[in-house]
């Protein structure tokens, strides 16, 4: 079973001039339990439907991912749950690692986040200046729990 770590931080700083690409990304959620996620996502002409376990650390969980035809994915689209995941994804790199920053569109606007994948969770990296606070642990910032209470909507006091 293949195995994702990554880490979570939101952004607070300009980091575009360092984007190698951006691309628009729409995802729905078929299921968004926290045991078990099953996500369609559409990725400018690519798309993917992708398999996620619980997180026991909060950093580490199982993922399965596999390429799907995007005439597929946009069906698939309209049968998720309420609610979808609007973004433009930009790949920085930064030393040995990309970070993809999400900047996200509709019910989430104003929210920027920056995450990176490791080979394990203390697997030291690099924090560019624009790297805020991390939120690996705050699940208000998972994208299925975006679904259902957009960012727009939180108490930002």
């Known amino acids: 079973m293949a195995q994702e770590v990554e880490r979570k931080f939101l952004v607070q700083g300009p980091y575009k001039h360092l984007s190698t690409s951006a691309v628009r990304v729409m995802q729905g959620y078929l299921n968004s339990a ?6 369609v996502r559409l990725m400018g002409e690519h798309a993917y439907i992708t398999v996620k376990g619980p997180s026991p650390d909060g950093v580490s ?9 995007p005439h597929d994915a946009q069906q698939l689209l309209a049968l998720c749950e309420p609610g979808a995941i609007d973004k433009t ?7 040995r690692h990309t970070f993809e920053v999400d900047e996200f569109h509709g ?3 104003g929210l920027t986040v920056a995450e990176v994948e490791l080979a394990a969770p203390d697997e030291p990296f ?6 805020g606070a ?9 994208n299925a729990m975006l679904v259902r209470c957009p960012f727009t909507l939180w108490d930002h006091d």
């Open 34 to 39: 926290p045991e078990r996620t099953v996500r």
């Open 61 to 69: 969980r199982f993922e399965w991912e596999l390429p799907i035809n």
């Open 89 to 95: 994804r930009h790949l920085v790199p930064v030393g």
């Open 107 to 109: 019910p989430n606007e």
């Open 126 to 131: 690099e924090h560019p200046g624009w790297l």
């Open 134 to 142: 991390e939120v690996t642990h705050d699940p208000r910032y998972q």
